[in-house]
């Protein structure tokens, strides 16, 4: 009985593992996807600034994720800097929260 149990576990942490990892290249490859890296590098500034800056600047703040998705679907300005992010046309409510989720996973 123990042993099962023990087992398990064992397979609930793996999968759960598994599943993190994979939820992390679904948010890279939706941003590719969308065409974020036309303006967006993982670090530093292109048009935008880079996905790693993003991470560190919200890193800890309430609701980041949220506010992100929301900056991505509506569009966004004067967080970094004078050039604007236009709203992303497109973007499904869960695929925001999905490129959100990995941009945030990307701080040093
Ligand atoms: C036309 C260029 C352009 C494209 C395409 C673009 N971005 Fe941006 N993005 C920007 C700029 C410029 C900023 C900085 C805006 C600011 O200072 O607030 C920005 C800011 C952001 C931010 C930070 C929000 C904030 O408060 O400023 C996130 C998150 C983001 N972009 C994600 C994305 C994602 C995901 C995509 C693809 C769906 C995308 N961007 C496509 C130019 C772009």
């Known amino acids: 009985m123990n042993k099962i ?10 999968t759960l593992g598994f599943a993190a990892a994979a939820q992390a290249q679904d948010g890279k490859d939706l941003a590719k996807s969308h065409a974020c890296f036309t303006c967006h590098a993982m670090a530093g500034t292109k048009v935008g600034p880079g996905f790693a800056e993003i991470a560190a600047k919200f890193a800890g703040k309430p609701n980041a994720a949220q506010t992100l998705a929301e900056a991505m679907e509506h569009g966004e300005k004067g967080t970094f800097g004078a050039m604007p992010m236009p709203a992303q046309a497109g973007l499904t409510d869960s695929d925001a929260k999905l490129i959100a989720d990995w941009i945030l996973s990307q701080k040093k």
């Open 5 to 14: 149990v023990r087992w398990t576990s064992v397979l609930a942490v793996v």
